[in-house]
């Protein structure tokens, strides 16, 4: 089993740039393929970016493309959400989930962990 922790969400400008990490605990992180969903209020949760088993493959949203940037940390348990050119529309809760798998995958109900979301807030 695995513990998934988010952090480094806050209130940016749009334009800006911000960084949110995901630790895991409880299981061998290189196991596992690593998402990044968030959900605005009022919407569906949508998938933003993931990385595979090896982190040699990566997917994105169309929306992030070009703009935002996964990556894994093996030797930390970590896997970071790279942020620029933040948009009003970026705002919402951002979860990380991980995923026995060694693919990087898109499909929320292939996620088997998931953690409780930090806040990323862009402002005008």
């Known amino acids: 089993q695995v513990q998934v922790i988010e952090s480094g969400g806050g209130l940016v400008q749009a334009g800006g740039s911000l960084r949110i990490s995901c630790a895991a605990s409880g299981s061998t992180f290189s196991n596992y393929a690593m998402g990044w969903f968030r959900q605005a209020p009022g919407k569906e949760r949508e998938f933003v970016a993931a990385?595979?088993?090896?982190?040699?493959?990566?997917d994105y949203a169309d929306s992030v493309k070009g703009r935002f940037a996964i990556s894994r940390d093996d030797a930390k348990n970590t896997v970071y959400l790279q942020m620029n050119s933040l948009k009003l529309e970026d705002t919402a809760l951002y979860y990380c989930?991980?995923?026995?798998?060694?693919?990087?995958?898109?499909?929320?109900?292939?996620?088997?962990?998931w953690g409780q979301g930090t806040q990323v807030t862009v402002s005008s």
């Open positions: 990385i595979s088993r090896s982190g040699g493959s990566t």
């Open positions: 989930a991980a995923a026995r798998t060694r693919f990087a995958v898109t499909i929320p109900k292939v996620f088997d962990y």
